[in-house]
């Protein structure tokens, strides 16, 4: 069994910057592509930013809403993911989760929650103003 854990939630100020991690356990395996969507209640799910592995690895893609305030990032040898965060605003809060796929998944399709194989049970953080 793969578990997939997130870390480093909290309440934060407007403004303010936070990084959230994500380590994956268990039984081995390699994740084609590691991404992190987000909820806020009473909504769906929605994409935040993926990084892609094959290929040269790195590769990453981002919401449109995040793009220049969040950075993906990760250690693939160790299954581990970061989102680092910049210029919170009170739309950012949600719970935050962690996702990998084993297949490789087309640049269009790695913002799709159920192309993914594993999930974690999320963090939350709140932007407060």
């Known amino acids: 069994q793969v578990q997939l854990d997130e870390s480093g939630g909290g309440l934060v100020q407007v403004g303010a910057s936070l990084r959230i991690s994500c380590t994956a356990s268990?039984?081995?395996?390699?994740?084609?592509?590691m991404g992190w969507f987000c909820q806020s209640p009473g909504k769906e799910r929605r994409f935040v930013a993926a990084?892609?592995?094959?290929?040269?690895?790195?590769?990453?893609r981002y919401a449109d809403s995040v793009k220049c305030r969040f950075t993906i990032s990760g250690d693939k040898a160790n299954n581990t993911m970061y989102l680092q965060m910049n210029k919170l605003n009170p739309v950012d809060t949600a719970v935050y989760y962690c996702?990998?796929?084993?297949?490789?998944?087309?640049?269009?399709?790695?913002?799709?929650?159920?192309?993914?194989?594993?999930w974690g049970s999320g963090t939350l953080f709140t932007v407060s103003s």
């Open positions: 268990g039984r081995t395996f390699s994740s084609a592509v």
């Open positions: 990084i892609r592995w094959f290929g040269g690895g790195g590769h990453t």
């Open positions: 996702a990998a796929a084993t297949r490789i998944l087309i640049t269009g399709r790695t913002g799709v929650p159920h192309e993914y194989d594993y």
